[in-house]
């Protein structure tokens, strides 16, 4: 079997744990989840050594299958999707990737989950005094084609210091910043599946560029670093 495409087994696997999530039938079939979590393992690596040509990656991290119940009203004990996210090496490289597979569930994103209190800071005051390099990026055509716009949580208004009649306050009330490409199941089993995923996240290196530079900089353009 290629070591990078997705299986239909995969798929099979995931539904069934969705029909039984319970430690019994897991227990009973550990061999075959073992089996599906190395393949899709690979194929996660082989994505990572791809992108290896237009980005440095310093950690490929994948995700355990067990569910922390402990503060969930939710109590299986098991996931019912396949998971990882990948870093970017060196404090001057900022964004994160993650890629998800799940049955009619599948996607990749890539962006700004959870940023600091400082980083935020620091976001909301660059669009506040000029985001027009951040649309001219997020609104080019082959950017757009493949992720869409700007997704994530905000505040109703506007936050504390700024105002809300801002004309850039739908980006200034942002409270992450992320984007994220769906997948039809057929497209995950397709060949190129791992070369299409590796695309996507070249496209959004401009953007990931300009964060990067706003995140290492003060508003006067001076390195922090």
Do not use: C
Request: glycine share 4%; proline share 3%.
């Amino acid at each position: 079997m290629d070591q990078d495409i997705i299986t239909q087994s995969v798929f099979d696997f995931l539904m069934d744990l969705e029909k039984n999530n319970n430690r019994e039938w897991f227990a009973q079939h550990k061999k075959e989840f073992k089996e599906v979590e190395n393949q899709t393992k690979k194929v996660f690596t082989a994505i990572a050594e791809k992108m290896k040509a237009h980005d440095e990656i310093e950690r490929l991290k994948f995700f355990r299958i067990y569910r922390d119940v402990r503060f969930s009203n939710d109590k299986t004990p098991y996931k019912i999707n396949f998971s990882s996210s990948m870093t970017r090496a060196g404090s001057h490289r900022r964004g994160g990737y993650y890629m998800h597979i799940q049955p009619k569930g599948s996607f990749m994103a890539a962006g700004f989950w959870e940023p600091s209190k400082e980083d935020l800071f620091r976001i909301r005051k660059e669009w506040e005094q000029d985001a027009d390099e951040l649309r001219h990026i997020i609104g080019n055509k082959a950017f757009k084609a493949t992720w869409g716009d700007l997704v994530g949580d905000a505040v109703k208004t506007a936050p504390k210091g700024f105002d809300k009649n801002h004309p850039n306050i739908d980006l200034i009330k942002r409270k992450q910043f992320i984007f994220v490409k769906n997948f039809t199941d057929q497209e995950v089993l397709a060949k190129r599946f791992p070369e299409q995923v590796n695309q996507g996240f070249k496209t959004i290196r401009p953007y990931f560029d300009l964060m990067s530079n706003v995140l290492t900089t003060n508003l006067n353009g001076e390195s922090l670093l």
